[in-house]
């Protein structure tokens, strides 16, 4: 083999570069170190067997074509994953050249020729592990909310593995997603060569179906989510109650627990709590430690906006900041809201912050998640969760499929919307107030005594707040 092979490959970096996109090129190409070199054949290092699937099926026919216009040679290429290769193996008996790579030795010859490291972009690698590098360690405010489950996730990142899974459950917004992240993106720079994956519940969800109806990317979805050190499930209690998701959940799961992989998951609510969610995968998810993320208290939320002014370089009056803190109190989206409208008043306006502003800001933020519920809206959610028409709530039919659904949807006007038994049973067809204090008692009942109809109520109550 020529001595020169180094500089071809570089210079074949150098034309991939300009054929595929930036985020392609830095995660798949360029990671590539080639190792050994006999002949007709080129191995390539590759950081794992996931990045090996990959390449094959994208990239392996563009990279033996510009090998071949700068050398006029038709290379057979093979990929070899870097975990697969033993820390102490010895090529004595391979006449060959060695020459240091960003994973291990290049093998080309006898004579050691010196290849400079390349600096790995974690920036890069963190996009494609679906992380944003915003969210860190260092920029989640502690607090007595919080701090358990910001040292537990720390404990975590820490020694990967030994915790596992990792639960972390609470209302919206209180910073479930940015401690879960942090997690990822501490890892990814405490070890670049640690695989990686966020999504959300609903991207799995989403990336299965796909896969269930396209045969050929059944294995990808299996490698992408199982050959990983860290995986990262944001609202994983969106699987609930999806058979097939569950069971692909379950063997993933299983594949990455028995391997000694870091499992992280968030949720609204404890894995107990969660109607639909199958009491196998329950008594996974609480196998390891569960954590929960209060409402910020008012030292917390004025920390929050603090730190929120010195990165954004705001200036602004801390009785501004201790009005905010005061008044807005459910969860950090809304503190981050009002802030943010007030960065871009002043930035659009160039006028200064006055009582009335920030008083008509917070105002503004705080009606607009106001939950404004009508039976109308109660109606379609109940017909949505029981795959019936809305039409039917408001019918004379009296089977069991629809009555039952129509008490609920009359209990839950009266408790969510709150409104009068007159005025609900005119919008279910004009039913007497009577039939409605009946409909009112009977769920009411059930809902304190019977623990399943506690759970689809408690369900049906979540939706209608993320609908409103």
């Not at 970096?13 to 392609?24: D, F, H, M, V, Y």
């Not at 917390?300 to 008044?327: F, G, M, S």
């Not at 769920?443 to 707040?465: A, G, H, V």
Request: with cysteine; glycine share 4%; charged share 30%.
């Amino acid at each position: 083999m020529e001595d020169n092979f180094i500089n071809i490959w570089e210079k074949a970096l150098e034309a991939l570069k300009e054929e595929t996109s930036q985020i392609a090129y830095k995660t798949y190409i360029e990671v590539m170190v080639p190792r050994l070199i006999d002949k007709n054949t080129i191995c390539f290092l590759s950081p794992s067997s996931y990045h090996i699937e990959i390449c094959k099926k994208r990239y392996l026919d563009l990279i033996q074509n510009t090998l071949k216009i700068l050398t006029s040679v038709d290379y057979k290429i093979t990929f070899e994953a870097k975990d697969a290769i033993p820390e102490n193996e010895n090529d004595d008996n391979l006449d060959v050249e060695v020459i240091k790579g960003q994973y291990g030795d290049i093998q080309v010859g006898n004579n050691s020729i010196n290849n400079t490291n390349k600096k790995i972009d974690t920036k890069v690698l963190k996009e494609n592990a679906g992380l944003n590098p915003r969210y860190t360690f260092d920029n989640f405010i502690v607090g007595s909310s919080n701090r358990f489950a910001r040292a537990t996730a720390y404990s975590v990142y820490e020694n990967l593995g030994a915790t596992n899974p990792l639960y972390i459950y609470g209302g919206v917004g209180l910073g479930k997603t940015h401690l879960m992240q942090a997690l990822g993106n501490a890892t990814i720079d405490k070890d670049p060569s640690k695989k990686v994956i966020y999504c959300t519940g609903e991207l799995f969800v989403n990336e299965l179906i796909k896969a269930m109806l396209n045969p050929n990317m059944n294995d990808t979805f299996k490698q992408k989510y199982r050959n990983v050190d860290l995986l990262l499930i944001d609202d994983v209690q969106i699987i609930a109650g999806k058979d097939k998701c569950q069971e692909e959940f379950f063997h993933t799961f299983n594949s990455l627990f028995e391997s000694g992989k870091q499992i992280v998951l968030t949720s609204e609510k404890p894995p107990k709590e969660i109607n639909g969610l199958e009491d196998r995968l329950k008594t996974r998810f609480s196998m390891g430690v569960s954590v929960d993320i209060q409402t910020p208290d008012y030292e917390t939320r004025l920390a929050i906006l603090k730190k929120k002014a010195e990165e954004e370089r705001y200036v602004i009056d801390e009785d501004i900041l201790v009005k905010i803190a005061t008044r807005v109190k459910s969860n950090v989206r809304e503190l981050e809201g009002v802030f943010n409208k007030l960065v871009a008043y002043t930035k659009f306006t160039n006028n200064p912050l006055t009582d009335a502003v920030v008083d008509n800001t917070i105002e503004s933020i705080l009606v607009k998640n106001t939950k404004i519920m009508t039976s109308k809206l109660v109606m379609q959610v109940v017909a949505k969760f029981f795959n019936i028409k809305v039409t039917d709530l408001t019918s004379d039919k009296r089977s069991s499929t629809i009555a039952f659904p129509r008490q609920i949807a009359m209990y839950l006007c009266r408790e969510v919307a709150d409104m009068s038994f007159p005025a609900i049973g005119k919008d279910f067809g004009g039913r007497d107030h009577s039939t409605v204090l009946h409909a009112y008692s009977k769920i009411k009942d059930d809902y304190d005594n019977n623990p399943d109809t506690k759970d689809l109520i408690d369900d049906i109550k979540k939706t209608l707040e993320r609908e409103s």
